[in-house]
């Protein structure tokens, strides 16, 4: 009996100490469970937090933002998207079926672009409306800046004559000598030709013509315009094709100023023409041996009231590109700050350019 007792306190002994030992066990369990519950908790916390600020930063941007899940059902989106979508819907326009670019609707325009999610697409939509009336004002704004500049060039230029006028006007009227009135009559008239030559060169520049005029070949047009400049033809080296045919009398217009530029610059001036035909058009390399354009003009040359010379009005190459213009042409400094100024004119063929380089290499 003694031997059994001992057995059992020592069995009781045990299984008190095994108590005791997943007591303990599970305190230590307990106390890691409620660490884990409390980090979890915080870990909730910091989450509900950057999800309740992501929210409030989607909702003030100002582009609209729609998540979409794979089946194409809307699984977010922020203000500005839903007042972009029911703006189009006013038009029967669904935005998020779109595949991207520029959607114009009455009440505006929207900019659609789509970026790839792991379970589905996010829709950006950005509002374009304010955007082109911002733009419509800036250039609007610019307008009326050329307008303004094209005002004060106008009045610069007429200014410097009609000052002569009323200077010589007022001797005139002092004057008793005859031979002096005649002088001051002469310089009235000289200013009023100015202003005259003035205005005639605006006119041009606002309506030039826009029919066309003759047909000739080049070799012609480079004839006629170097003698209305009054330029021999000894000075005068064609190059090229000379058998193509074109508008004669725009491109006599336009290579007469060239021609007349290049004289006043250097009056013993020579040139050389080059005419190429390239894709349907006519291709005018004018170049001449006088002093070049100055480099801080460069393209300015081709804006009005921008001259070199001292009585010039700068209108003669803005207006040639206008004329070029209307006729699908253009005009082009290519050496600014060079010796020999260079021009490339360009102006669309009025036949076939192959059957023209036949001809020229029949003769």
């Not at 059902?73 to 972009?84: G, Q, V």
């Not at 379970?119 to 419509?136: A, C, H, M, N, Y």
């Not at 894709?279 to 393209?299: K, N, Y």
């Amino acid at each position: 009996m003694s031997g059994d007792r001992e057995l059992l306190n020592a069995g009781f002994a045990q299984f008190v100490a095994a108590a005791r030992e997943l007591e303990r066990g599970y305190a230590t369990l307990k106390a890691r469970a409620d660490a884990v519950d409390l980090e979890l908790r915080e870990s909730n916390r910091a989450l509900q937090q950057a999800l309740t600020e992501r929210d409030a930063v989607f909702a003030a941007l100002p582009i609209g933002l729609v998540a979409l899940r794979r089946d194409g059902t809307i699984a977010s989106r922020n203000r500005e998207a839903e007042r972009l979508c029911e703006m189009a819907a006013a038009d029967s326009i669904d935005l998020l079926r779109r595949a991207g670019g520029e959607v114009a609707f009455r009440d505006g325009s929207v900019r659609v672009r789509r970026v790839a999610l792991p379970d589905g697409e996010l829709v950006l939509l950005e509002d374009r409306s304010r955007v082109q009336e911002l733009e419509r004002e800036v250039h609007r704004l610019d307008r009326l800046a050329g307008l303004s500049e094209l005002a004060l060039g106008i009045a610069h230029e007429i200014k410097n004559p009609l000052n002569g006028v009323q200077g010589f006007a007022a001797l005139l009227e002092r004057s008793e000598d005859v031979s002096q009135m005649r002088r001051f009559a002469g310089k009235i008239v000289q200013g009023v030709r100015q202003v005259d030559e003035i205005v005639k060169a605006l006119l041009g520049f606002a309506r030039p013509e826009r029919q066309r005029g003759r047909a000739a070949t080049v070799g012609e047009v480079v004839a006629d315009a170097a003698q209305a400049a009054g330029l021999p033809a000894v000075r005068v080296q064609m190059l090229g094709a000379r058998e193509v045919r074109v508008d004669a009398d725009a491109l006599v217009r336009v290579l007469t100023n060239l021609f007349r530029n290049a004289i006043e610059a250097a009056p013993a001036v020579k040139i050389a023409v080059r005419a190429e035909t390239r894709q349907g058009r006519l291709e005018l390399i004018v170049q001449d041996d006088g002093p070049g354009v100055p480099a801080q003009l460069g393209d300015r040359v081709l804006e009005p009231f921008v001259s070199t010379k001292e009585r010039g009005t700068g209108l003669g190459l803005p207006l040639c590109l206008r004329v070029l213009g209307f006729l699908g042409g253009d005009l082009e400094l290519l050496n600014a700050g060079e010796p020999g100024a260079r021009f490339r004119v360009r102006v669309p063929l009025l036949d076939d350019p192959c059957a023209a380089v036949a001809k020229e290499g029949a003769a």
